[in-house]
C-alpha cells in the first residue's frame, strides 16, 4: 500500500528492517522463526494467549452467572483500539496529515494486519492488560468499597505497573519504533515518550475502567442482569467515552504545556504522581483493611492470578536476556543502534505489579461460589 507509506512511517519501518512498499495487505502471515528476533514470537505468543483465553473466560462468566463485566471489558478495550490507533496509522486518510505525523511504527510480526501497522497482539494486548488491571483491583475489592472513580484510578496505576515492564524495554528489542522527533512524542522517558507513560498507560485504562464499571460493573454487583441489546449499545458507548477520556484527561499538559516541553513533562509528571499516591493509599489501605477480615471478597479471578504471574516471569526472561546489551549502551543507545529504557523505573514497575498479584493471594477468601465466575453477593435482577 504504497499510497500510504507517508516518508516518517517509511523511515521507521526501514530502521525496523522492513519496508513499507511491501508490507502485506489487509491480512498478511509470516513465519514466526523469520522475524526480527526470537523475542517477537514469544512476545506475540504471551499476548495472544493471554487474551484469548482472557475472553473464554469472560464468556463462561457470562453464561454460567450472569455477570457481563469482565466481556463488556474486553470488548470495550478492543473498541477503544479500533477507534484510537488508525488514524494513527494512517493520518492522511483521516485527514489529519497537517496536524498529527506518524507517532511510531510496529516491527512486523507473525500475524500482521493494516498493510504492517498493526499486528495481533497490539490488538490482543489492549484488552489482556485491561483485564489484568481491572480484575486485580476487583478482586481485592476496591470498586465496591471505594466507588467506580477511586477504583478506576487504581486500575490505571496497576495498569502502568504491567505496561511500562513492556513499554520500556520495546524499542530495544524493536518490537517497535518511535518517531523521536515528533512534538507529539516530546518529552521522552529515556526510550519511551513521556505521554506514552502517562497517556496509555495510566489514563487510558483509568478511563475505560470508570466506564465499564459505571455502565456495567456497579449495577451487577447489584445484582442486575443485561439483555444482549443493552450490553451492545453499552460496550459501544464505553468505547468511544474511553476513547473521549483519552483525549480529555491528559488536557492539563497538553494545554498549559503546549509551548514548553518542560512545562509539559512536569505537568504529565504532576498526573502520574497524582494517580501514585491515591492508588497506592487506596490499595494498601483496602489490603491491610481485608486482612484484618476472617471473610474477604467473594469474588477470586484464578485466571488473572496465574497468568499475571507468567506475564511477569515471561517479561523477566525478556529483559534479563536484554541486559547485556543493555549495559554495554553508550549514550542510552546499544551497539546495534537500539535505544534502552529506565531500567530503574521498570524494577519499581516490577515491585508494582508483583507486589499487586500478590495481594490477591493473601486475602482471605469467603467459601462461596465467587471463583472466577461468580459475581456479585446479591440476587440477579432485571432492571430497565
Not at 98 to 116: I, K, R, S
Not at 225 to 230: A, K, L, M, Y
Not at 238 to 260: C, D, E, R
Not at 281 to 288: N, P, T
Request: net charge negative; hydrophobic share 50%; charged share 15%.
Amino acid at each position: 500500500m504504497a499510497d500510504h507509506c507517508s516518508p516518517t512511517f517509511d523511515q521507521l519501518a526501514s530502521a525496523l528492517g522492513f519496508s513499507c512498499q511491501e508490507a502485506g495487505g489487509l491480512v498478511e502471515v509470516r513465519n514466526p522463526l523469520a522475524l526480527e528476533n526470537w523475542t517477537l514470537p514469544v512476545l506475540e505468543l504471551t499476548i495472544v494467549l493471554g487474551s484469548v483465553l482472557a475472553l473464554v473466560v469472560a464468556i463462561v462468566r457470562m453464561r454460567r452467572m450472569g455477570d457481563p463485566t469482565n466481556l463488556v471489558l474486553w470488548f470495550g478495550a478492543t473498541a477503544y483500539l479500533f477507534i484510537i490507533e488508525p488514524p494513527l496509522y494512517f493520518p492522511a486518510a483521516f485527514g489529519i496529515e497537517d496536524h498529527v505525523d506518524t507517532m511510531f511504527a510496529h516491527n512486523v510480526f507473525t500475524v500482521e494486519f493494516l498493510w504492517g501497522r498493526l499486528p495481533l497482539y497490539i490488538i490482543s494486548i489492549y484488552p489482556l492488560m485491561a483485564t489484568m488491571a481491572f480484575e486485580i483491583v476487583r478482586m481485592l475489592g476496591v470498586f465496591r468499597r471505594y466507588g467506580v472513580l477511586a477504583g478506576a484510578v487504581c486500575v490505571g496505576f496497576v495498569h502502568h505497573a504491567f505496561y511500562e515492564i513492556f513499554d520500556h524495554l520495546g524499542p530495544q528489542l524493536r518490537w517497535w519504533e518511535w518517531s523521536t522527533e515528533n512534538p507529539i512524542n516530546q518529552p521522552l522517558f529515556d526510550s519511551v515518550p513521556l505521554p506514552s507513560v502517562v497517556v496509555f498507560a495510566v489514563l487510558w485504562p483509568m478511563s475505560l475502567a470508570f466506564c465499564v464499571q459505571f455502565f456495567v460493573g456497579r449495577h451487577v454487583d447489584e445484582g442486575r442482569r443485561f439483555s444482549g441489546p443493552e450490553l451492545v449499545w453499552r460496550t459501544v458507548v464505553i468505547g468511544v467515552l474511553a476513547s473521549l477520556g483519552t483525549f480529555i484527561l491528559p488536557l492539563p499538559a497538553t494545554v498549559f504545556g503546549m509551548g514548553s516541553t518542560t512545562a509539559r513533562a512536569v505537568l504529565y509528571a504532576a498526573e502520574l504522581l497524582v494517580v501514585t499516591v491515591v492508588a497506592i493509599w487506596i490499595l494498601v489501605r483496602q489490603w491491610m483493611r481485608l486482612r484484618g477480615e476472617k471473610d474477604g471478597p467473594t469474588y477470586t479471578n484464578h485466571f488473572v492470578q496465574r497468568y499475571g504471574v507468567v506475564y511477569l516471569s515471561v517479561m523477566a526472561l525478556l529483559w534479563a536476556t536484554a541486559l547485556p546489551d543493555y549495559f554495554g549502551a553508550v549514550d542510552g543507545v546499544t551497539d546495534n543502534g537500539d535505544p534502552v529504557g529506565n531500567l530503574w523505573y521498570t524494577l519499581a514497575c516490577f515491585a508494582v505489579a508483583v507486589l499487586c498479584v500478590v495481594a490477591t493471594f493473601t486475602v482471605p477468601r469467603r467459601n462461596t461460589a465467587g471463583s472466577d465466575i461468580a459475581s456479585a453477593e446479591a440476587p440477579a435482577t432485571t432492571g430497565p
